[in-house]
């Protein structure tokens, strides 16, 4: 049975650090971080392919770094500089290789095939 279990979040203020983790029940070949804010679609953040390339949205980059423990099978997500727009909850979610789904750095919402049940990241200013 897969699963995706994250943990790590909470509230910190602004300029503050977080570390996401989800535990994978399976190996992936694409993993990534979304996020959701009242109100607003749910978006990608980061993700990591089976060979270790990653991909950032512009509004993190440089502040976020996604990495992943083989032998664990879990992903991390190190949080840095956290703005208030930062604030959502944050999805652990996992995709399988598809030629047809593109690269691990070009899928969306739609191009992932698992999903954990998120963990809320409240900043505050």
């Known amino acids: 049975q897969v699963h995706l279990v994250e943990s790590g979040g909470g509230s910190v203020q602004a300029g503050g650090s977080l570390r996401l983790s989800c535990e994978a029940s399976?190996?992936?070949?694409?993993m990534g971080w979304f996020r959701q804010a009242p109100g607003k679609e749910r978006e990608g953040v980061a993700a990591?392919?089976?060979?270790?390339?990653?991909n950032y949205a512009d509004s993190v980059k440089g502040r976020f770094t996604i990495s992943k423990d083989i032998a664990k099978n879990t992903l991390y997500l190190q949080m840095n500089t956290l703005k208030p727009e930062d604030t959502a909850t944050y999805y652990c979610?996992?995709?399988?290789?598809?030629?047809?789904?593109?690269?691990?750095?070009?899928?969306?919402?739609?191009?992932?095939?698992?999903w954990g049940k998120g963990t809320l990241v409240t900043i505050s200013s």
């Open positions: 990591i392919d089976s060979g270790g390339t990653t």
């Open positions: 979610a996992a995709g399988f290789y598809d030629l047809k789904r593109g690269s691990c750095s070009d899928r969306d919402v739609s191009g992932m095939d698992y």
């Open positions: 399976v190996y992936f070949y694409c």
